[in-house]
């Protein structure tokens, strides 16, 4: 890679969202400038049709830094997080999310992980946080089921089992992820995409960690989500979700008590136990996430496990009632 390359690419993939897009380049943008490095944003438009190519050039022709990509038709968010990290120009690449903010000093805290480690992958800490209120303001939310995932040391030469185990599946947030793109196999990423679907980028990771122990664990909180802003229905997590890990778990022979750890963490998200006891539906479901238990319950009459689920509150103070959201 010549040394007019950046040292680092923020890619981000994006479809109609123009004004998230914009709040998420400004929180960038304002962080290259000071930095004062070699980095890029390049933005590849999956077809928008609201007003994301007129947001982009108007930043475009300001930032030289910017550069922009339009595919002709929607090719699905996988096969456009495959093009953006491809098409990128920089040394290491940041799969950025069009809808998620850098936090403050994050662009710093990564160069300094890049210059002094360089390492194959980085997946750094994130908050989520709900949108802007009347009063301007958002939200960061700490408890959120992800936080038990966030760390508080550094990891260095983290190998694909420490990253799954200190992730879990909450890898999967792709604003999270920062490759060094020398160890990236795009005609790989084409071939096997229909297998993980909605999850390519955790595909990236393990083939870039399955051969060597280079990445890096980040304790520092680089990423802030926004809540409530997803694209994809539930069955799309309880199907889709934990067979696509687990495709991604025997290609790459990942420990089976990781596999356990990861499949326990995806459960607890999608499918907790009183999740499960009100809607027993399991057509949508991967039977990754059924464990004996679940099973055992099911022959159940409903009633019964409704009394029982009454009793149970009802003797810690709550009523003889069910929770108002199940």
């Not at 998420?24 to 999956?46: A, G, P, T, V």
């Not at 999740?275 to 009633?303: A, E």
């Not at 009394?307 to 069910?322: E, H, I, N, P």
Request: with cysteine.
């Amino acid at each position: 890679m010549s040394d007019d390359n950046p040292i680092l690419s923020f890619a981000i993939p994006t479809w109609n969202r123009s004004k998230e897009l914009q709040e998420c380049l400004d929180s960038i943008i304002r962080q290259i400038i000071d930095s004062k490095e070699n980095i890029e944003i390049f933005i590849s438009d999956n077809a928008s049709t609201d007003e994301t190519p007129k947001v982009v050039q108007e930043y475009s022709k300001k930032y030289k830094f910017i550069r922009y990509s339009r595919n002709e038709k929607n090719i699905g968010p996988d096969l456009n997080f495959i093009s953006v990290i491809e098409k990128s120009s920089g040394e290491y690449v940041w799969l950025f999310g069009d809808d998620d903010w850098l936090a403050d000093g994050a662009l710093k805290e990564i160069l300094r992980i890049i210059k002094n480690y360089k390492p194959c992958y980085i997946s750094p800490n994130y908050y989520y946080w709900l949108d802007k209120g009347d009063d301007g303001k958002y939200t960061i939310l700490k408890k959120q089921p992800q936080q038990k995932y966030m760390i508080d040391k550094d990891v260095n030469k983290a190998g694909i089992n420490d990253v799954f185990l200190q992730r879990n599946h909450w890898l999967s947030f792709m604003s999270a992820n920062i490759f060094d793109k020398q160890y990236m196999n795009f005609d790989e990423y084409k071939l096997n995409v229909e297998k993980v679907q909605y999850w390519i980028q955790v595909y990236m990771v393990a083939q870039i960690l399955a051969k060597q122990n280079c990445g890096y664990i980040s304790s520092y909180y680089a990423v802030m989500g926004r809540v409530g802003n997803g694209r994809v229905n539930t069955s799309t997590y309880t199907k889709c979700e934990p067979d696509s890990f687990d495709y991604i778990f025997k290609k790459f022979n990942v420990d089976k008590r990781v596999q356990k750890e990861v499949i326990k963490g995806i459960r607890k998200s999608v499918l907790p136990f009183k999740s499960w006891l009100t809607n027993r539906d399991m057509k949508n479901v991967s039977p990754l996430l059924i464990p004996y238990y679940y099973k055992m319950f099911s022959i159940l009459p409903d009633n019964f496990i409704i009394f029982a689920w009454k009793l149970k509150r009802f003797l810690k103070g709550k009523g003889f009632s069910l929770p108002k959201d199940s």
